[in-house]
């Protein structure tokens, strides 16, 4: 890793040379290929959060190679250079293989002069032609409301944005805000939806397996933990709405600790619960079925591998979004 | 029946999900279902893909409790996992699941045993496996048939692999259909070739109809021809007894390398659904022109490696070819004149799989005499598209570009995709793939009985041809390119293999 001056121009100019370098050190070992899908711009929270930024990238870049900006928010308030950067690669051997692949990553840290400076600063380190994918971590991001916020300037440059609004208290603007976003034409996401994917196929097999019929279902109940709704609980219950626009549902909150708890579908005569059970799991009962079903990784790396895997629309969360 | 939609699916984000099934591996301790099928089917539990109830019931002849028959895939299972994944806490649960019945397929008394622990394990949906030798197929279905065991309860599914070879000529392809429909209807019969559950078979697909660039080029005008090349550097391995019945235009062009071809060749479908699919796929077979009895010495070339007399279980004086090639033509608007050149054997320098597509060169050499470009490299050079098929899985193209420095010397260079570093995640194997499509009811890579008698009727001139003659073999030393015939067939058209 080296400290680079931080011209847009040097930054590449640098990776050339880092390239060139990696290429020779690495000749007699199987050499190394670079590989980039795309380019993931992160913004990190803060200084710490940029050191774990960088390891979730690492793992990231195995399924997405791309070329990673990381952009660290300065800790000292934005004296001294307003921004800096430094380039680093990732590599990694696949099973049985004796050639490196490596993708490749710069780390720009921002001072007080805001992202407006760094929007224009990343135009030219972005990969010609491939996605661009920005990855906007932490609540803060949520706080500006109908305000434009400092990351706005970063928005027209991602083709798909990624929020998670898992720890947002006001559960309802946190959706106005994504809403505003997708309405303005942006694609937005959010990991806190993809966390549900556990759930919602553990329910979607339920009809797949026909233990009960789309019509048959007279009104729903989702039921979530902690002191206020949070976004998942109107995630899920949209997701009922529009798949099932004649029914109720309702939201309704639980003991326990935040998140979702349960998910309860009623026919005329019986009704059939997915409930949150120990290890991982969710317990299906009802309607002649009871039995566990392990939920899939909810790692930020796990839920990032999904989403990095839909860079198209997404068809169902874009209807749940704006239902 | 009515299929009522899912409301609730979402394609983009669940994975297909197999049903509540059983399979029932007939030939389940032999090297097919320990090299792939099971660890194929612990790989799909491994990445959560299959039902927690899914149940594997296992045939041979060989007596075996349960236990011992899960002690055998175990290692099978260890030894040819793909990435080594493997779990003891999941390998205890799927081995729950494991069931072995012995018994003789010729004997009624294996399929009562079949049913009752098929009855024990509770499951309708059944997928019956193929996995025995060829001459058993219909001895197998017929037992299926007789014992019931195809008759799926309401709502349930009886299903069918066929393994290849399908039939070892047309006339017997006919009738092993034939044999096969009076059990199982075609749509519920699933003839497996596992070179289409390939990825990179797969993504020709993708390549052709998902982008806009290569469409306009993909046809006789453009296209100077087609080379798909199917090599193996090891020899029969064992497998002579087997082989030399076989052969390499049997087990290679017949099936697998003429889907390829055809998937190569084929019209785009107007939706991407199973028949549609393989619709085109059959129409392009159909539309391959079928040599007349002369033209087969001049289109196609049987080969033999020095040593294969000599290999375990073959005849000392085995007429089987080992080496096969073979010039194909469609007759067609989009590929008239274009010859497809297709070539598998063993024993050869270097094992690969690979389709060459040649364009058409400028139509004006314009740097050809340019001031100091020289000679050798500086000859004009057609562009090639190199789709790979294993191992590298990926996609080339050639072209030229110049050399750094001055005068105008051009140097072919080659625009490489790899897939497993623009994809870092895995491929499902081939097996994975298709035995989840089995369970799932997708068929769109299986092939299908006209394919199969599509693709007889091509191959049957040259089999009757080779049958008839008695060649003077061997004629090609191990670690060479075949036999020099088939260069000669193929420089006859004015081409040269590509050996690299």
Known sequence: MSTTAVQPERILKDLQQLWAQMAVDQADAGGVLRACAMTLVVVAENAADAEHVRQTVGVLMHNHPSRAVILRPSGDGGSGAELDARIFAECWKPFGKTQQICSEGIEVTAGRSGFAEVAKFLVPLRVADLPVVLWCRGTHVFASGAEPGPLQPLFPLADKIIFDSSEVVDADSALQFLRRLRGRGRRVADLHWTRLTGWREVLAHLFDDRALQPSEVTGAQVTFGGSSVTTCAHYFAAWIRTALPAVRVSIGSGDGPRGLHSVKLFTAADSLTITLGSDHCVEVSGCGRHYRSMLPSSSEEALMQEELGILGPDPVYERVLTA | ?500
């Open chain 2, 1 to 500: 029946m009515t299929e009522v939609r899912n409301p609730f699916a979402d394609p983009l984000r669940f994975e297909r999900r197999v049903p509540e099934c059983a399979i029932v591996i007939f030939g389940a301790a032999g090297d097919l279902a320990k090299r792939k099928l099971l660890p194929a089917l612990y790989r799909l539990a491994y990445d959560r893909r299959l039902p927690a109830s899914f149940a594997i019931v296992g045939n041979s002849r060989t007596p075996m409790s349960d236990e011992d028959y899960r002690s055998r895939m175990l290692e099978a299972v260890k030894q040819f996992s793909e990435d080594g994944a493997f779990d003891e806490e999941l390998w205890k649960r799927f081995a729950a699941n494991l069931h072995y019945v012995a018994g003789d397929v010729k004997d009624p008394q294996l399929y009562v045993a079949l049913r009752e622990k098929l009855n024990t394990i509770g499951q309708a949906n059944v997928l019956f496996y193929l996995s025995t030798q060829p001459s058993y197929y219909e001895v197998i279905v017929d037992g299926i048939g007789h014992s019931h065991l195809s008759a799926a309860p309401e709502g349930a599914w009886r299903r069918l692999i066929v393994e290849k070879p399908f039939g070892h000529d047309l006339g017997s392809a006919k009738e092993l259909n034939s044999r096969i429909h009076a059990v199982f209807r075609e749509e519920d019969t699933y003839r497996i070739d596992h070179y289409l559950g390939k990825e990179t078979v797969q993504n020709i697909l993708a390549l052709r109809f998902g982008n806009g660039i290569f469409e306009p080029l993909w046809n006789r005008r453009y296209i100077n021809h087609v080379q798909i090349t199917a090599a193996e550097s090891i020899g029969v391995e064992g497998r002579g007894g087997y082989y030399q019945e076989a052969g390499a235009l049997r087990d290679m062009i017949q099936n697998h390398l003429l889907q390829v071809m055809a998937t190569v060749a084929m019209e785009p479908s107007a939706v991407f659904e199973p028949n549609a699919v393989r619709d085109e796929r059959a129409k392009l077979l159909r539309s391959i022109k079928i040599m007349r009895p002369d033209e087969v010495d001049q289109y196609a070339v049987a080969g033999q490696y020095k040593g294969f007399r000599q290999e375990p279980g073959v005849n000392p004086d085995a007429q089987t070819d080992t080496y096969a090639a073979g010039t194909f033509f469609v007759d067609n608007w989009r590929w008239a004149g274009v010859p497809f050149f297709i070539r598998s054997g063993k024993k050869l320098p270097k094992r690969v799989t690979d389709i060459a597509i040649q364009f058409n060169q400028a139509p004006l050499a314009l740097f050809g005499n340019a001031p100091g470009s020289g000679d050798g490299e500086q000859k004009a050079r057609p562009n090639l598209l190199i789709l790979r098929i294993q191992p590298e899985e990926g996609i080339s193209l050639l072209f030229l570009s110049k050399e750094p420095g001055s005068g105008m010397r051009l140097r072919p260079v080659s625009m490489d995709f790899n897939y497993g570093t623009s994809f870092g995640e895995r491929s499902p194997s081939a097996y994975e793939t298709l035995l989840v499509d089995a369970m799932v009811g997708d068929p769109t890579l299986y092939t299908r009985q006209d394919m199969v008698e599509a693709s007889w009727t091509v191959i049957q001139p040259i089999l009757e041809n080779w049958n008839n003659r008695r060649f003077d073999f061997p004629n090609y030393e191990s670690g060479t390119w075949g036999p020099a015939e088939a260069d000669a067939m193929i420089a006859k058209l004015g081409r040269t293999w590509r050996n690299s």
